[in-house]
């Protein structure tokens, strides 16, 4: 038996575009996730987030599930443009109900909430005027999480300002396949440096508002969640070493290194400058970026190998692609990377860290009564679990894990062909049904820990 501290927290996650729904309901803007998906030839199949897991008029029995999971937190995401449609200063009473009512019926069951002010759903109106490559949407930002940090922070204790500015930069505004679509890699680092800002500046909100949580709830803290894939040289031979060190350069330092140690890493720099791409940092900016946080959250889904290749004009490397299981995704599983990234947090801070997200998609298969069996998922689970009890043991500040995800929900541009949840949707009567992970995990929870006898 693998046993956990007696205060791990236990969660799982989720995002709002990816299970609200009711994306033109109440008030609510358009946010650039719903302008790509609308956009077609985007998502796969023609997908969108119009319906989702429809979680905005089913998330008192969603609430249930997780009561019934056994699992101590929640992680979610506000949607932005259900509080303020187009991103200014007017508030849409609606949406702040909405979020009420959620946060009112997790506490109720005992459930601590953990948001997430940011999981890529900008506001439409605010990508018309340059979205992240636009300084001024930094300061909305802070002032959209000031105005958070006021209405719901008597009932949440922990704070992400965003999600994943890795993919938001590199996914979303150099290769396109994410929103807003845009193919411009000249623009990334740009992007890069308004997120952080943005984090920073919400950062000194939060302190500012100094909100007070309940007194059964612990202190409020506020970080930032990090995508983390650590990259492999695909041999020993020394160009793809170097271009696996180009990667973690890439999408670990260029974040680490600002936030920790309020500096640019110099050779992320260095790559961006030899083709004419140059940050705009002002005076000031990087001390608003390293503000010192609470936590640090970090999701973890598998490893990057690669070799060298002077055939890419944008980064010189090609992806290879793995030799040995995969999740449906064709991610490599490969469990040593939770403690990999775990040690490499640790290289920067000595900050309380939670695995914010880690999880796999699989072909699930529905058996005779309805049974949904997905011992893929459960062996991916426990393997990467087993990682993270290493770790603690190594001395890693590791306080929680989350995974990814309650239920089966709408996989941005890939739609909903890839399932990642412990309860299954169907998309067409969006009932929702357990799968064997689901019961497994709940497990894991009232025991604290695993074990040989919950690998099934």
Known sequence: MLTFPDDFVWGAATSAYQIEGAWNEDGKGESIWDRFCHTPGRAAGGATGDI?????????????????????AYRFSLAWTRLFPDGGSQPNPAGFDFYRRLIAALRERGIMPMVTLYHWDLPQALQDKGGWTNRDT??????????????????????????????????????????????????????VHHLLLAH???VEAFREVAPATAADLPDPGIGIVLSVRPTHPASDRPA??????????????????????????????????????????QPGDLDHISRPIDFLGINVYTRGLVAANRFNPAF???????????????????????????????????????????????????????????Q???????SYLAEAHRAIAAGAKLKGYFVWSLLDNFEWDEGYEPRFGLIHVDFETLERTWKQSAHWYREVIARNGISETLLG
């Open 52 to 72: 989702a897991c429809d979680h905005y008029h089913r998330y008192t029995a969603d609430v249930d599930m997780l009561a019934a999971l056994g699992v101590k």
């Open 138 to 191: 930094a300061y909305r930002f802070a002032d959209y999480a000031a105005r958070a940090f006021e209405q719901f922070g008597a009932n949440v204790p922990l704070w992400a300002t965003l999600n994943e500015p890795t993919l938001i930069a590199f996914a979303g505004h150099a290769l396109g396949i994410k929103a807003p679509g845009t193919r411009r890699f000249w623009t990334v680092l740009t992007v």
């Open 200 to 202: 920073g500046l919400a």
């Open 240 to 281: 793809d070493i170097r271009a696996a060190q180009l990667m973690n350069h890439l999408t670990q330092d260029l974040y680490f290194e600002p936030l920790f140690r309020g500096r640019y890493p110099t050779d992320a720099l260095a790559f961006f400058r030899r083709r004419l791409v140059r940050p705009k940092i």
């Open 316 to 374: 010189g490397v090609r992806q290879v692609a793995p030799s040995g299981p995969t999740t449906a995704m064709g991610w490599e599983i490969y469990p040593p990377c939770l403690f990999e990234v775990l040690q490499l947090a640790q290289t920067y801070t000595d900050l309380p860290l939670y695995i914010t997200e880690n999880g796999a998609a699989f072909a699930d298969k529905t058996q005779t009564g309805g049974t949904i069996a997905d």
């Open 376 to 382: 893929d998922r459960i062996d991916f689970l426990r």
